[in-house]
T-cell receptor, first 109, second 115 residues
Framework: LAKTTQPISMDSYEGQEVNITCSHN???????ITWYQQFPSQGPRFIIQ???TKVTNEVASLFIPADRKSSTLSLPRVSLSDTAVYYC??????????FGKGTKLSVKP | SAVISQKPSRDICQRGTSLTIQCQVD?????MFWYRQQPGQSLTLIAT?????????ESGFVIDKFPISRPNLTFSTLTVSNMSPEDSSIYLC????????????FGQGTRLTVV
């Protein structure tokens, strides 16, 4: 399974757009890119998944360049409740997910 | 959407004893997964539990220490055997009810403290 690299932490303010970039140079042809969010004392929660180009849902957008060696999770107008750890995962099509270290996002008032 | 329930939510155990954690999914799933998350760390996959066959363990995890049962398509158990303080961690189960390359759902986790 492809290894992912993302910033350890990021700070933002309420109302700002936050972009978290993940590097996955060894992504395989069949791999999807998936992002999860985890709050303290809870299990991870699915945010968004994509294969190429751009995917958007009600909470986030995912940008994937043509070479698919990286991806960017975009959170529009973050609020305090978006403070969490965000994980970028590649592959694990059967659910056997390999988590990297994640990005700890802190949103300040 | 899917609901994954874990029991117990937390426990404090004596070293040398064993604890069995239960995981129930509200729909039938082919595979269930067990993870460990140590304080302040990311999740580490322990094993994949297949119905009707032995679990598949990741490097660093063995069946004698973490025996897994999968008696049907909605239920699994993970036992943490002969516990030591190093086993203190959060244990989570997960599943992908809608199939490959779809959303994984996680239980709330079992917080285990070994004293």
């Amino acid at each position: 399974l492809a290894k992912t690299t993302q910033p350890i932490s990021m700070d933002s303010y309420e109302g700002q757009e936050v972009n978290i970039t993940c590097s996955h140079n060894n992504i395989a042809t069949n791999d999807y890119i998936t992002w999860y969010q985890q709050f303290p004392s809870q299990g991870p929660r699915f945010i968004i998944q994509g294969y190429k180009t751009k995917v958007t849902n009600e909470v986030a957008s995912l940008f994937i360049p043509a070479d698919r060696k990286s991806s960017t999770l975009s959170l529009p107008r973050v609020s305090l409740s978006d403070t969490a750890v965000y994980y970028c995962l590649v592959g694990g099509s059967q659910g056997n997910l390999i988590f990297g270290k994640g990005t700890k996002l802190s949103v300040k008032p | 959407s899917a609901v994954i329930s874990q029991k117990p939510s937390r426990d404090i155990c004596q070293r040398g004893t064993s604890l069995t954690i239960q995981c129930q999914v509200d729909s039938q799933v082919t595979m269930m997964f067990w993870y460990r998350q140590q304080p302040g760390q990311s999740l580490t996959l322990i094993a994949t539990a297949n119905q009707g066959s032995e679990a598949t363990y990741e490097s660093g995890f063995v069946i004698d220490k973490f025996p897994i049962s999968r008696p049907n398509l909605t239920f699994s158990t993970l036992t943490v055997s002969n516990m030591s303080p190093e086993d203190s961690s959060i244990y989570l189960c997960s599943a992908c009810p809608q199939g490959p390359n779809t959303e994984a759902f996680f239980g709330q986790g079992t917080r285990l403290t070994v004293v």
